[in-house]
């Protein structure tokens, strides 16, 4: 059963991709825009798959991480199981954040895709809007099954 952990706050979505994975895991990453949570898997997973639909931030990213082998960043849909599972078939991890107050609705489409096409350990979304639905508190207590950790 996949752990579905939910936070608003970058500082603790970047803490938990710390914390979360070890050595020897996979991790797929969701909206990597920057790299600043690429940055904190590459050097704690065996592999590194990071996502974004922003070209530049893609081209930037793949050229900064070049050097890092354990790291590939593609521009893909987060939509597009099919093409997510030809990069990665089964990630240990999933990080998403397609931006913190994009719309439920967004979130919910790449949720259900990512949810039916692996079998991660946990998944990890960076998402306002679904920590509030969730019913999560700012001292971080469960609610619906979903896990609030707090900041």
Known sequence: MTKLIVTW???RFRRLAKELPNAEDSVLEIGCS????TRCLAGRCARVVAVDLGAEVVKNL?????AKPNVTVARVDGRDAARLRSL???PDLIFLDIGGTALLGNIAVVLRECLQAFMPQALVVRNTELA????ADRGGRAARGIEFPPD
């Open 9 to 11: 706050s970058v500082q």
């Open 34 to 37: 920057t790299g600043g949570t």
């Open 62 to 66: 793949q050229a900064e991480l070049a």
């Open 88 to 90: 990665l078939p089964d």
């Open 132 to 135: 509030t639905v969730g019913g």
